[in-house]
Nanobody, 129 residues
């Protein structure tokens, strides 16, 4: 089992920045693709960004490309999401996820919610206009 805990959410004005963190514990040895998703009430969970297990490829949703940056620290089992130029439509609960895999995932795979094995509880991000 892998436990994921997010932190760093909060309230920020449009144009501002936030940094989210995801800490993994438990059976963290082995290879995991990691991702961030977000969810708002009444909507499906939306892919934000994902990183392949070897941290070679990182895929971003078009809606966040150029504004968000994913960083992984394998030694510390942590992952950060740096969010800049935030917009009101970025308001959501942000969840980190882990997918046990030994292959280099494509964007099609890494962006699929159903492909992930472990999820955090989420952290709320609210962007005011």
């Amino acid at each position: 089992q892998v436990q994921l805990v997010e932190s760093g959410g909060g309230l920020v004005q449009a144009g501002g920045s936030l940094r989210l963190s995801c800490a993994a514990s438990g059976r963290t040895f082995g290879s995991y693709a990691m991702g961030w998703f977000r969810q708002t009430p009444g909507k499906e969970r939306e892919f934000v960004v994902g990183s392949t297990w070897n941290n070679v490829n990182t895929y971003y949703a078009d809606s966040v490309k150029g504004r968000f940056t994913l960083a992984r620290d394998g030694a510390k089992n942590t992952m950060s999401l740096h969010m800049n130029s935030l917009r009101p439509e970025d308001t959501a609960v942000y969840l980190c996820a882990a997918r046990r895999t030994s292959i280099v995932d494509t964007m099609a795979i890494i962006s699929m919610e159903s492909r992930y094995d472990y999820w955090g509880q989420g952290t709320q991000v609210t962007v005011s206009s």
